[in-house]
Structure formats: structure tokens, C-alpha cells
């Protein structure tokens, strides 16, 4: 099964120059999405992680289905006035203004190893904001793990030399 004929290319959304991977053929299509969460699992088997976290809002469609199939607590990071309890907080730059990410206190203990999932590395900024808020709450990164990464980005030079998987490359 070839996971890319399940992505959806659309052109100059949500602004123009950028080539937007639409995952809701893949999501529409049970087979597909199975297939893509297994690959998607298969690096991180052993060691297990103890913990998997996953921003907002993508993300959560990829970990939710491997946090039950590893058996694993799941956590949510969140935008700003999402989450009901006290949280921990990270603010970092994007390419126009800023943005804010927020985690339970609670979600993350030291020492846990923490496996972050995203449906896609682009950039970056996303994940390494995430890298941060978990280590400043004790947590380790095990790894990252993408369903696509679009390599000529370079997002993985923020990663920080953190173990990464993606199931599909666009160079
Ligand atoms: P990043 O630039 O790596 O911080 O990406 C920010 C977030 O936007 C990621 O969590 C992705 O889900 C999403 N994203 C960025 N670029 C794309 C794209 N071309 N297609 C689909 N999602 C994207």
C-alpha cells in the first residue's frame, strides 16, 4: 500500500506558496489509516515510551490510535485556554508573531521518555517548542515521530539530534 496515495496535495492553503498535505483522504480510508499508524509505531516498539504527547490538533488524530496500541498514557499540548487545569506554558516565534503551548502539570513526570508524534515536520518551530515545554517539566524525548516529513524544510536541524522517524519524505 503506498500511504501517498492517501495525501492530498492542496495548493495555497491556508496562505499562497504553501502546498498543503491534507490527511483526510488517509483518515476517510480505514485500511490506509491503520497501515499508517503500525508504520508509524513500528521504530518505537522497544524500548516503549512511557509517555506519548502530541500538539495540537493533527497530531492528536495520529497518537490517540498509538497511545491505545502501545498501551500508553496520552497527553494533549494544547494552544491557550484549552485546557482546564494548571498547566505549564512555552511561548515561541513563528515565521509571523508568536504562539503558545500549554501542558498539565500533571502530564509529565521526571525522567518519563517521552515519544512526540505530529501528523507533519515542516518547519519545525512546532516540535521544538514541544521539546522544550516536556524537558522543562523533567521530561526526556526519546523520539519524534512523523506520518510526513517535508525534508527540504529542514525542521529535523531543530530537533536538537532527538531520534526522529517519519513514515513518508517529500525531499
Ligand atoms: P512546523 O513548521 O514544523 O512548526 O509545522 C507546524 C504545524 O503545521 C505542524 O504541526 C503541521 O501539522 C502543520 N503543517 C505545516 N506545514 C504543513 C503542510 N505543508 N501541510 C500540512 N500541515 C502542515
Redesign the pocket.
Given at each position: 500500500m503506498n500511504l501517498f496515495d492517501y495525501i492530498r496535495d492542496v495548493p495555497d492553503f491556508p496562505k499562497p506558496g504553501?502546498?498543503?498535505?491534507d490527511i483526510t483522504p488517509l483518515l476517510s480510508n480505514p485500511q490506509a489509516f491503520q497501515h499508517a499508524v503500525q508504520q508509524l509505531a513500528a521504530p518505537f516498539l522497544d524500548p516503549l515510551p512511557d509517555v506519548i504527547a502530541a500538539?495540537e490538533a493533527?497530531?492528536f488524530l495520529f497518537a490517540a490510535p498509538l497511545a491505545l496500541a502501545m498501551q500508553r498514557p496520552l497527553v494533549p499540548l494544547r494552544k491557550p485556554g484549552k485546557l482546564p487545569y494548571s498547566t505549564h506554558s512555552l511561548k515561541y516565534d513563528l515565521e509571523y508573531g508568536s504562539a503558545e503551548l500549554h501542558m498539565h502539570v500533571d502530564a509529565v513526570k521526571p525522567g518519563d521518555k517521552v515519544l512526540l508524534i505530529?501528523?507533519?515536520?515542516?518547519?519545525?518551530?512546532?516540535?521544538r517548542a514541544a521539546i522544550e515545554l516536556i524537558r522543562n517539566a523533567g521530561g526526556e524525548i526519546l523520539a519524534c515521530g512523523f506520518l510526513m516529513e517535508?525534508a527540504f524544510?529542514k525542521?529535523k536541524q531543530l530537533l536538537d539530534g532527538i531520534p526522529s522517524h517519519s513514515v513518508l519524505v517529500v525531499d
Amino acid at each position: 500500500m503506498n500511504l501517498f496515495d492517501y495525501i492530498r496535495d492542496v495548493p495555497d492553503f491556508p496562505k499562497p506558496g504553501i502546498m498543503f498535505k491534507d490527511i483526510t483522504p488517509l483518515l476517510s480510508n480505514p485500511q490506509a489509516f491503520q497501515h499508517a499508524v503500525q508504520q508509524l509505531a513500528a521504530p518505537f516498539l522497544d524500548p516503549l515510551p512511557d509517555v506519548i504527547a502530541a500538539a495540537e490538533a493533527r497530531g492528536f488524530l495520529f497518537a490517540a490510535p498509538l497511545a491505545l496500541a502501545m498501551q500508553r498514557p496520552l497527553v494533549p499540548l494544547r494552544k491557550p485556554g484549552k485546557l482546564p487545569y494548571s498547566t505549564h506554558s512555552l511561548k515561541y516565534d513563528l515565521e509571523y508573531g508568536s504562539a503558545e503551548l500549554h501542558m498539565h502539570v500533571d502530564a509529565v513526570k521526571p525522567g518519563d521518555k517521552v515519544l512526540l508524534i505530529d501528523d507533519v515536520l515542516a518547519t519545525g518551530g512546532t516540535m521544538r517548542a514541544a521539546i522544550e515545554l516536556i524537558r522543562n517539566a523533567g521530561g526526556e524525548i526519546l523520539a519524534c515521530g512523523f506520518l510526513m516529513e517535508l525534508a527540504f524544510l529542514k525542521g529535523k536541524q531543530l530537533l536538537d539530534g532527538i531520534p526522529s522517524h517519519s513514515v513518508l519524505v517529500v525531499d
